[in-house]
């Protein structure tokens, strides 16, 4: 990576004559091998990106109490088999360490099961809208849908060379 040779390898492969033997033959095989944890350690750590939230998930099942999990659990189930991505809540305590819960993890959504046939709803908890929902037909605006990972303005700026109006540091 320009900029990052002190790095080293990162990808390295080849061939090998004995990889696997059967005890009376052996058999030759092609590898190779990419320090993916090496590079995104680098990527992460110099901060060259920006995640828009830690966690994927979207949203988080809330829990009424234990004997409706099943419930929160066909929630998650349903929106996860429409490429949402949700967890239920790991315990049935209050709503508000629930939601506290899911601040603390990123997740931009609440979901509450509806109690007693009242509708599901489900909370922006950056906003405080709370909506009727159903797990069917709702859908997280597209920015809420996956994290996205962005290149930093540092990393922006180092690439163009100050060329757009940033300013680079000049041992860079």
Known sequence: MAGHEDLGSVCSGGRYDSLATNGKRTFPGVGISIGLSRLLARVIGEGLVEVSRSVPTAVLVAVTDEAHRSA???????????????????????FGKQIKAADKRSIP????PGADGAPDSVKDIRSGEQV?????????????????????????????????????????
């Open 132 to 172: 009727e929902a159903d797990a069917a037909t709702w859908q997280p605006p597209t920015d809420d849908a996956a994290p996205r990972i962005t290149i930093s303005r540092v990393a922006a700026c180092s690439q163009t060379g100050g060329e757009d109006g940033c300013e680079v540091d000049s041992a860079s």
């Open 72 to 94: 929160s659990d066909a929630i998650a189930d349903a929106l996860r088999a429409r490429g949402i991505s949700a967890d239920v809540a790991p315990s049935a305590a209050k």
């Open 109 to 112: 959504f609440v979901w509450f």
